[in-house]
């Protein structure tokens, strides 16, 4: 597709279930990336995946959020247990090359209850 | 890792001005990238100028890059209420972390 795709727009969880966010990048990027944005500042970089394998996950909180990009399949973004500080709005976006525009789709806002 | 400081903080302007934007970062960049993120929505890129120019243009938006001051400032000219949004500098290192980091940007007010 010509635009990244980020489902579902909105998530629910009560604290401590499991949510799972998806993301689809534009069709012949090579790069994801995810970010986490709350109330409106700024943007948390997590992780970042070349084609199915992790770039850098640097960003990431190791013990509750995992993060995939399969072949032919969205790449997805888990966090197990989410905690009230999980909610917050988590882009994805993608690239051709790591040095060039990121496309970014509008976001899921997650919000743990 | 590297991100850019946008300031002001916030900018409030009447329809027709024109608004500045200022970044300021800390290491050598290959290139840095200005982006724009209208409320509830992603960010849209809206140009990028590499490490070796100073100065690009695209439409009503002029970007300058000073890479001994390791600053960059965005103008937009005859500002419209459109403009509305947050701009967000991304100084690109492309060693370390490849990936685009952002600051806390601008929130700019276009009153019309």
């Known amino acids: 597709g010509e635009e990244v795709a980020q489902t579902p727009k909105h998530l629910v969880r009560g604290e401590g279930q499991k949510a799972k966010l998806y993301c689809a990048p534009i069709k012949g990027h090579s790069y994801v990336f995810w970010y986490q944005q709350v109330l409106k500042n700024e943007f948390k970089f997590l992780i970042s995946f070349q084609n199915e394998n992790v770039f850098d996950e640097t960003g990431m909180p190791k013990e509750r959020f995992s993060a995939k990009c399969l072949p032919n399949s969205p790449c997805s973004l888990e966090i197990q247990a989410t905690k009230l500080e999980d909610s917050a709005v988590y882009f994805c976006a993608s690239s051709q090359f790591t040095n060039t525009e990121a496309f970014f789709g509008q976001g899921t806002r997650l919000t743990v209850v | ?112």
């Open chain 2, 1 to 112: 890792s590297q991100q850019g400081e946008e300031d002001p903080q916030a900018l409030s302007i009447q329809e027709g001005e024109n608004a500045t934007m200022n970044c300021s970062y800390k290491t050598s960049i290959n290139n840095l990238q200005w982006y724009r993120q209208n409320s509830g929505r992603g960010l849209v890129h809206l140009i990028l100028i590499r490490s070796n120019e100073r100065e690009k243009h695209s439409g009503r938006l002029r970007v300058t890059l000073d890479t001994s001051k390791k600053s960059s400032s965005l103008l937009i000219t005859a500002s419209r209420a459109a403009d509305t949004a947050s701009y967000f500098c991304a100084p690109f290192q492309g060693t370390g972390r490849r990936a685009l980091t952002f600051g806390s940007g601008t929130r700019l007010q276009v009153q019309p």
